[in-house]
């Protein structure tokens, strides 16, 4: 069975830094990525990362500002957020299995991210 558990997430002041982590169990996956979803606005793609993180995608609005990476011994990633912006603030989704930028089966329970101007 798999399961797929976040952490990290919380409120921070704009140009802060938080860091996300996701942890999957059951299998391995190729990609592991993450989403968002703001209040009233459809889920979207953020980063992911290919299996020995030789492959990266980010989102044009995180690009330089945002660092995934991965640990396959615990088979987690993370998220590095930096010089986060009030724009920035969302749920945020850790999914599993999917492509580069398109969703897999699993999702995470989602982590909160709230960004204060």
């Known amino acids: 069975q798999v399961q797929v558990v976040q952490s990290g997430g919380g409120l921070v002041q704009a140009g802060g830094s938080l860091r996300l982590s996701c942890a999957a169990s059951g299998r391995t996956f190729n990609t592991m990525g993450w989403f968002r979803q703001a209040p009233g606005k459809e889920r979207e793609f953020v980063a992911s990362i290919s299996w020995n993180g030789g492959r990266i995608w980010y989102a044009d609005s995180v690009e330089g500002r945002f660092t995934i990476s991965r640990d396959n011994a615990k088979n987690t990633i993370y998220l590095q957020m930096n010089s986060l912006k009030p724009e920035d603030t969302a749920a945020y989704y850790c999914?599993?299995?999917?492509?580069?930028?398109?969703?897999?089966?699993?999702w995470g329970q989602g982590t909160q991210v709230t960004v204060s101007s």
């Open positions: 999914n599993v299995g999917g492509g580069s930028r398109v969703p897999g089966d699993y």
